[in-house]
């Protein structure tokens, strides 16, 4: 997907500098508009995949003190094993994801201090019933595996 974007992002560059190979005559303005407001949001895009790729953060950590998703490139905060009530395996859009079940959705909601954050919870909330759903196929892992290593661990720490 990097590579993608800095293709996009040399197009869109060359639609700015050089407006005359995407249009015939002297009408240059909407090209010339539309390789700014591309190269923008390519940059963008760019800037997030590389975040994910380059850094070396985990997609999902999973320890004693709860589940911490970053499969997205966003980090969301540690959803605690003690706050989670049950898993589920769903597939949707092509997608595997695995469903986590909590105690109190809109506190968990609530706590996330940043906005874009937060509202990407709440969509999650309104349409699947619980802010924390992790994609499986942005990890490098098996969605069965998973989701047994997920449910040992849920059973372990609720157990104590």
């Known amino acids: ?13 060359l639609m700015v500098t050089r407006p005359e ?8 303005g909407f090209v010339k508009t539309a390789g700014y407001i ?8 760019a800037t997030i995949v ?9 997609g999902l950590q999973i320890d004693d003190n709860g589940i911490t998703d970053n499969s997205l490139g966003v980090l969301f905060p540690t959803v605690l094993w003690k706050n989670i009530t049950g898993i589920k395996k769903m597939h949707g859009a092509g ?12 506190a968990y ?16 909330y309104q349409s699947l019933k ?11 892992a098996d969605a069965d595996e998973l989701y047994r290593l997920i449910s040992d661990e849920l059973e372990k720490h609720q157990q104590l």
């Open 1 to 13: 997907m990097f590579v993608f974007f800095v293709l996009f992002i040399l197009l869109s560059a």
């Open 95 to 106: 997608e595997n994801f695995i469903t986590i079940m909590i105690a109190n959705p809109e």
């Open 109 to 124: 909601i609530h706590s996330e201090p940043n906005t874009v954050k937060r509202k990407m919870l709440e969509l999650n």
């Open 50 to 58: 590389s975040n994910k790729v380059f850094k070396r953060i985990p």
């Open 130 to 140: 619980t802010p924390v759903n992790i994609a499986v196929g942005r990890l490098k």
């Open 38 to 45: 591309c190269t923008v949001i390519f940059v963008l895009a």
């Open 21 to 28: 190979l995407f249009v015939h005559g002297r009408n240059y």
